[in-house]
């Protein structure tokens, strides 16, 4: 029997606590071996074969570790991701990879230097919603595209004394949700021609952005994302419109709330979404036909089984650094298009 790639996690808030920690232990041929986080007395509790460090370079010291998880707030993936890539060990970082291009590319260049692998947590490659629909655009069901709307919405009226939604560099929603949302979009569709966005703080007391609308130009299609706090009526997570009909999929990816819920990774009905999409036709008269598409199965597990093997050297990870690199430009440019009020070109 192989052993086990030994890992270990830094942060055990929200990631850390709920994604991280649960699908590196199940996940076949990884072991979750350390947990940095200040939170000791709650670890004790949880944990009786995980080692509980008070401090990362702790981790970048253990010989033992093959790979660092980064799940921390925003400002301190960078900093953090370099200094375990220089320790020489490999690196997964929760999303957004950094702050901004610069230190992105800091990051990477770091990863070339020691010969690790560095990722990125984007995990909503394995949403079941979006590799249903994804499969329906690579079989042609839905015929050329002429818009895609991808809504990520909440009805939280309350700001929270969370760094979530703080002041601190890299709050708000557009780092928190709009990594998610675009790197489907550029999946789906690709590197656009420009994006028009619009980020703003709507709710009273709100210190960062809770909302953001953003437009994917693309030469025949435009690709929408949206994120609100404010949105207490359900609207489609996607509705996307080609020459061959619509698919509509109302509800979100199940996998989270499993997760919340303490359901392992793995359990019977894991991944499964009950609540079916619908691709609708429309006949010579003008009737709609609605037709039930089954979903794909959801499992979050694939990204950290892709990430075992890139360590082992025998595949890549979900996440290449250039597509890494990639989505921080083009959050980098949203952020500039709101700033600023104006289109940005991509080129």
């Given at each position: ?24 232990q ?5 072991a ?6 200040s ?10 074969d995980?080692?509980i ?5 702790e ?9 660092v ?15 375990a890539l220089?320790a020489?060990k490999?690196?997964?970082?929760d ?9 992105a590319?800091?990051v990477?260049?770091?990863a070339q ?5 560095v990722?990125?947590f984007?995990?909503?490659r394995f ?12 079989d042609?069901?839905l ?11 909440r009805?939280?009226?309350?700001v ?5 939604e ?5 709050a708000?929603?557009w780092?928190?949700l709009g990594?998610?949302?675009l ?8 590197w656009?021609?420009a994006?028009?966005?619009d980020l ?5 007391g ?7 609308h953003?437009?994917l130009?693309?030469p025949?299609h ?13 609207r ?6 080609g020459?061959?009909?619509s698919?509509?999929k109302?509800?979100r ?10 359901i ?6 894991w991944?499964?979404?009950p ?14 036909h609605?037709?039930s598409?089954?979903n ?5 597990r ?5 990430f ?7 595949g890549?990870?979900?996440v290449?650094?250039?597509e890494?690199l ?10 500039e ?6 289109r940005?070109d991509?080129?």
């Amino acid at each position: 029997m192989t052993t086990p790639l030994q890992v270990g996690l830094i942060g055990y808030g929200l990631a850390g606590s709920v994604f991280h920690a649960p699908l590196i232990q199940h996940t076949p041929g990884l072991a979750l071996h350390s947990i940095a986080s200040s939170q000791r007395d709650r670890l004790l509790r949880s944990f009786t074969d995980v080692r509980i460090c008070d401090h990362p370079a702790e981790l970048f010291a253990d010989p033992a570790l093959d790979a660092v998880v980064i799940a921390t707030p925003n400002a301190e993936h960078a900093p953090l991701a370099i200094a375990a890539l220089q320790a020489g060990k490999h690196v997964l970082v929760d999303k957004p990879f950094a702050l901004d291009l610069a230190q992105a590319d800091a990051v990477v260049r770091a990863a070339q230097a020691a010969e690790r692998v560095v990722t990125v947590f984007q995990n909503r490659r394995f949403d079941a919603d979006f590799l249903t629909l994804q499969q329906l655009l690579a079989d042609g069901v839905l015929g050329e595209v002429a818009e895609c709307h991808s809504h990520f919405d909440r009805y939280r009226p309350q700001v929270r004394d969370r760094w979530r939604e703080s002041d601190a560099p890299g709050a708000g929603l557009w780092m928190d949700l709009g990594p998610h949302l675009l790197d489907q979009m550029l999946q789906l569709f690709g590197w656009p021609q420009a994006i028009s966005a619009d980020l703003m703080a709507q709710r009273d007391g709100a210190r960062s952005d809770d909302y953001f609308h953003a437009v994917l130009h693309y030469p025949r299609h435009r690709a929408i994302v949206h994120a609100g706090s404010l949105v207490a009526a359900a609207r489609p997570r996607f509705a996307v419109h080609g020459s061959r009909g619509s698919y509509l999929k109302q509800g979100r990816d199940v996998q989270e709330d499993q997760l919340r819920e303490g359901i392992a990774p793995g359990a019977p009905g894991w991944g499964l979404d009950p609540v079916h999409g619908q691709h609708v036709t429309v006949d010579a008269a003008g009737h709609e036909h609605p037709a039930s598409v089954d979903n794909a199965l959801g499992d979050y597990r694939r990204l950290y089984a892709a990430f075992r093997d890139a360590m082992q050297g025998s595949g890549a990870p979900t996440v290449s650094a250039a597509e890494a690199l990639q989505l921080m430009r083009l959050l980098e440019a949203g952020t500039e298009s709101a700033r600023s009020g104006r289109r940005v070109d991509l080129g």
